[in-house]
């Protein structure tokens, strides 16, 4: 009869075992649902909208009164460069800054953590949903941009760069890469930040000090090594792929200006300066799990 009881017992254990692994969501599903909240949130929020009509404003209206709708797609890219390494670093902090807190102030990073979802996909699911929102509003402006282009400019700039010397929508599309992974590399530190920081206002106050880091810090801190002899002739290049804003800088000037020009001085190393933004990525993310985490 014990027996008899104890089988019951166990099998009642097991259905109610199975029971409960079917209603929990799987990790996949749950790492949608994470990155579906976040597009909603983004499609949500208004200041959202306005950052990113605020950044098509500036981009084209610097296109439009530098001439590059005419000019060409090269012109229009150098124009847009120094501007964009203001801007970019704000509308993408913006969009990260306080992503995990919000999540951490209303409880959901507690409810999260009650089902099969480590910090890593928690992170991951985050910054995908905020990631997408923000290459959309830096994309489009630039794209909007090149097809004006496209339109209204000289039947030179129509033609695809199959030699040196020659303007190319090819150039323009890769600036606009280069540009939003620039964008996302500054999203994953703001969401850093925020992973990090349990008040809206140490958000804010850390994203400025970040932002002032990344505008002009890491670039005097390169100078710096430079005028004291800790960085030599040989090295500066590779050194500029320490500052996100150099490694971009560099990747853009490397791959459009002097591609087109087809001769000039060496500005940065490409590959130094990629696995530079890479590693500010993924060690900014990296930074974010562990946040969470504890």
């Known amino acids: 009869m014990s027996s008899h009881a104890e089988t019951e017992a166990e099998t009642e254990t ?20 994470i990155v579906g909240r976040e597009l909603r949130t983004v499609a949500r929020t208004h200041t959202f909208y306005l950052l990113a ?27 847009l460069l120094t501007p964009l ?35 890593r996909e928690i992170v ?3 910054y995908a949903g905020r990631a997408a929102g923000l290459a959309l509003a830096v994309a489009i402006p630039l794209a909007v941009a090149a097809i004006a282009i496209a339109v209204t400019g000289d039947d030179a ?6 030699h040196a010397g020659a303007d190319s929508p090819v150039l323009f599309a890769r600036f606009l890469v280069l540009t939003v992974l620039f964008a996302l590399v500054v999203l994953a530190v703001a969401i850093a930040i925020s992973s990090l920081v349990s008040a ?9 000090v970040a932002l002032v880091a990344l505008l002009v810090g ?12 800790l960085i030599g002739d040989a090295t500066l290049l590779h050194s500029l792929a320490i500052s996100p804003l150099s ?10 200006v002097v591609v087109a020009a087809g001769t000039g001085p060496q500005v940065a190393s490409p590959l130094a300066s990629l696995a530079g933004l890479v590693a500010w990525m993924v060690g900014s993310l990296a930074v974010a799990v562990w946040g969470v985490r504890r």
């Open 14 to 33: 097991d259905g109610e075992a199975a029971s409960s692994h079917l209603r929990t969501p799987g990790t996949t599903r749950l790492l949608g649902t």
């Open 53 to 79: 009509a605020a950044f098509a404003a500036v981009v084209l209206g610097i296109t439009w009164i530098g001439g590059g709708y005419t000019a060409g797609y090269l012109p229009t890219a150098v124009d």
């Open 85 to 119: 390494e203001l801007l970019v670093p704000i509308v993408a902090v913006a969009f990260g800054y306080r992503a995990i807190l919000a999540d951490d102030q209303r409880g959901e990073i507690e409810v999260l953590e009650t089902y099969p979802v480590s910090p």
């Open 124 to 126: 991951l699911g985050v």
């Open 157 to 162: 700039v129509a033609i695809y760069a199959t």
């Open 200 to 208: 809206t206002r140490s958000a804010l106050g850390l994203s400025v």
């Open 218 to 229: 890491f670039d005097l801190a390169i100078v710096y090594g430079l005028a004291e002899g």
């Open 247 to 256: 490694a971009y800088r560099g990747l853009v000037l490397e791959t459009t």
